[in-house]
């Protein structure tokens, strides 16, 4: 690669200022939308009972079509996108349910079913950490997002403000690393909560083993990722994370971190507090020594300085994993905690207790955020995502939290029979009804899809010449980009292949 071209790509992604955090929300309201006219689709026409090329197609064009329509062609109007698609959503929901549409017969699976059910009561005892398919749809969103970013952000169709800022300054994908972390910290709450439903407790010892094993693939990954930066002459923005640190090093840290943090559940069981704790703490140190002008303005002369960004932002990045966890530990079971004020405003309904429990932590990291951030009555900070700061920690935990909660809402109003089965064997069906397929198989191999996103992402940029190609080009590319991230996806979950990491 020339390294004139390479100095334009550096600079088409350096010095930004961002945009408004309320046009972010109206881009990312497109993946509920899409998601609400797709249960529409299937709760009121039962139109993907059956999945064939149609419904491949019709599923591809609302959960990823639409993001990246909203990303790029529709950036500047994703209020009419938002519309389009919740209209004929609430016209489907006002038609009568249609019949059953045929389904394909899987016999041996119902005799399967009937077998256990007959012979074994526990078979049809209820999961008491069930499969969530809104929790499904919120992280597969998610990863699409992120994975149409890293290519969209080198094409001109695809707005400088949605790129990564700066310094100061909000944009959508400062808010797509952090979801990343705080999705993670989510789901990291099922093995814990398992170990407690089974009694186990577990040493310091064995949860660092544990979690080594988890770090050590993303640790080798961040390495390789240095060796392709470099080796290839590929373009970096060296104020994101620093010379050589990467946002693999923030992930294979945050494993062992977590397994020694856990040790402190006694004298403080929250991960919400703990992680206002540490983003507090982080925030004081950053306003009251010369940690900020460190960080920003220092010149790079050792290891330790050269990756800055990375090591200090590793804090934010850690506190905003707890507050996912913590999220994570109310939403997956099936039982919450019970409390009275909850009983008297929900009464048994487990749902309507996760419902407010989700209405709950939104409006209270909104207004911890809009604390942080006011000029007139709080501390009047600015959202950083370099540093990692208390803003930033704040404006991630509450924007995942409300879109969970708008996520939980459509499973509620268009798939009931989720929450309400009484068996095990038809909340699965249930389950299974209330998920897209292709939602289903970003989320079971997000990674993995996320590792084969960034290679390709090379590939074309090596290619290619991002910046002068045509509107009609650059939507070309990135359609052919998403078809293919999507058919291996849908290959691996239709193989039964999930690979962890």
Same mark, same amino acid.
């Given at each position: ?335 919450? #905690? $019970?409390?009275? *004020? /909850?009983? &008297? !405003? +929900? @009464? %048994? =309904? #487990? $749902?309507?207790? *996760? /419902?407010? &429990? !989700? +209405? @709950? %932590? =939104?409006?209270?990291?909104? *207004? /911890?955020?809009? !604390? ?8 009047? /900070? ?120």
């Amino acid at each position: 690669m020339a390294q004139s071209y390479k100095t334009l790509k550096e600079n088409f992604v350096s010095n930004l200022s961002g945009g408004s955090i309320e046009e972010i929300n109206y881009i990312t309201a497109v993946a509920p939308a899409a998601l609400f006219l797709w249960s529409a689709l299937q709760s009121r026409q039962r139109f993907f009972v059956d999945y064939g090329l149609t419904e491949y197609l019709a599923d591809f064009l609302l959960n990823v079509g639409a993001i990246l329509l909203a990303t790029t062609l529709y950036s500047s109007a994703p209020i009419i996108l938002n519309l389009l698609i919740i209209s004929p959503a609430l016209l489907l929901n006002l038609l009568p349910t249609q019949a059953t549409r045929p389904k394909r017969s899987h016999k041996p699976d119902l005799a399967k079913r009937s077998k256990y059910a007959s012979t074994d009561g526990e078979a049809d005892k209820l999961d008491p950490l069930p499969v969530r398919p809104f929790i499904t749809a919120y992280r597969a969103a998610m990863m699409i997002i992120t994975c149409l970013a890293i290519l969209a952000v080198d094409f001109k169709i695809f707005p400088r403000r949605f790129a990564k800022v700066e310094t100061w300054g909000t944009s959508l994908m400062d808010l797509g690393v952090g979801s990343f972390v705080f999705s993670a910290g989510v789901v990291s709450a099922r093995p814990v909560l398992k170990g407690r439903l089974a009694g186990r407790v577990t040493g310091l010892s064995s949860r660092l083993y544990s979690s080594a094993k988890h770090s050590l693939p993303l640790f080798a990954l961040g390495l390789i990722r240095i060796y392709s930066v470099k080796g290839l002459e590929l373009a970096e923005h060296v104020t994101e994370y620093g010379v050589h640190w990467n946002f693999y090093f923030t992930l294979a840290f945050l494993p062992p971190s977590i397994a020694l943090i856990e040790s402190l559940t006694a004298i403080m069981p929250s991960p919400a507090l703990l992680s206002l704790l540490l983003g507090g703490i982080y925030q004081v140190f950053l306003e009251t020594t010369r940690l900020k002008a460190f960080i920003l303005t220092a010149p790079r002369t050792d290891l330790f300085s050269q990756n800055r960004e990375g090591i200090f932002s590793y804090f934010g990045y850690l506190a905003i994993f707890l507050a996912g966890q913590d999220a994570g530990f109310f939403i997956l079971p099936r039982e919450p #905690n $019970r409390n009275r *004020l /909850l009983l &008297r !405003l +929900a @009464g %048994a =309904s #487990n $749902r309507s207790q *996760l /419902l407010l &429990r !989700l +209405a @709950g %932590a =939104s409006t209270i990291w909104v *207004l /911890l955020f809009h !604390l942080s951030t006011s000029f007139s009555y709080g501390l009047n /900070l600015r959202v950083s995502r370099r540093l990692a700061n208390l803003p930033y920690i704040l404006w991630v935990a509450a924007f995942n939290c409300t879109q969970i909660t708008l996520f939980c809402l459509i499973e509620t109003w268009s798939f009931p029979e989720v929450h309400r089965a009484t068996n095990k064997a038809a909340e699965k069906d249930a389950a299974n009804q209330a998920t897209s397929k292709i939602l289903r198989a970003f989320n079971i191999n997000g990674l993995v899809i996320f590792l084969l996103a960034n290679p390709l992402t090379g590939m074309v940029n090596m290619t290619l010449n991002t910046l002068t190609m045509s509107r009609e080009g650059s939507m070309c590319v990135l359609l052919s980009y998403s078809i293919l991230l999507t058919a291996l996806a849908v290959v691996l979950d239709r193989c039964n292949i999930s690979i962890k990491l």
